[in-house]
């Protein structure tokens, strides 16, 4: 089974503060993919990496920044949190361009205050 | 814009009953449209997919009707069961992108 997991379930930062919000996959996937949940919005996506050390942004990059040094993690960063990123953010894998299938981690429900 | 529109935002069965979710798109290009399944705490999965050459797909107690022409799909559940209360959401795909629709909050009431 595809495990895609997120470094923490809820997170609590500051206005202002760095965050750090972690995606490993298990399964040796190409593609990596961060997205932002907000009720009556569905899944919006912030960005993507087709492949280490690539990036494109999806929808709504602003405010945010990726990292993806090893295939199996992919990093949301962002630079300066603001109250409202206070959002679920989801991370989900793909095998390649090719398979369609996304594989979604458990969610880490951000909070900016 | 919203690529994927999706209908309703909430819907309430009681137990047996028969929701439908409606979902239409713009975008010709679309190739592969999936349904994703979401209960509270967890992230969303697949539930089943249909290609556009395809009018129709059943797997288990869950059909998808498709129609080309009009640009819109559909998600069936038959014999719902209370179980089956998530947030549903279609999607389609373009290259590397899904595109999902905004999410309808299924409750099947016992």
């Known amino acids: 089974d595809v495990k895609v997991t997120q470094s923490s379930r809820y997170l609590v930062k500051r206005t202002g503060e760095k965050v750090f919000l972690e995606c490993v996959q298990d399964m040796d996937h190409e593609n990596m993919f961060w997205y932002r949940q907000d009720p009556g919005l569905g899944l919006r996506l912030i960005y993507f990496?087709?492949?280490?050390?690539?990036?494109e942004k999806g929808d709504i990059p602003e405010g945010y920044s990726v990292s993806r040094e090893k295939k199996e993690r992919f990093s949301l960063i962002l630079e300066s949190a603001s109250t409202n990123q206070t959002s679920m953010y989801l991370c989900?894998?793909?095998?390649?361009?090719?398979?369609?299938?996304?594989?979604f981690g458990p969610g880490t429900r951000l909070t900016v205050t | 814009q919203q690529q994927v529109k999706q209908s309703p935002q909430s819907l309430i069965v009681q137990k047996g009953g028969i929701p439908i979710i409606n979902c239409a798109y713009e975008?010709?290009?679309?190739?592969?449209f999936p349904w994703y399944q979401q209960f509270p705490g967890k992230g969303p999965a697949l539930l089943i997919a249909?290609?556009?050459?395809?009018s129709e797909k059943k797997e288990g107690r869950f059909t998808i009707s498709f129609n080309k022409s009009a640009k819109q799909f559909s998600l069936h559940i038959m014999d719902s069961q209370p179980g089956d209360s998530a947030t549903y959401f279609c999607?389609?795909?373009?290259?590397?992108?899904?595109?999902f629709g905004r999410g309808t909050q299924l409750t099947v009431w016992p």
């Open positions: 989900a894998s793909r095998l390649d361009r090719v398979t369609n299938e996304q594989y």
């Open positions: 975008n010709t290009a679309f190739d592969y």
């Open positions: 999607a389609a795909t373009l290259v590397v992108r899904l595109y």
């Open positions: 249909i290609r556009p050459d395809v």
């Open positions: 990496s087709y492949d280490v050390k690539m990036k």
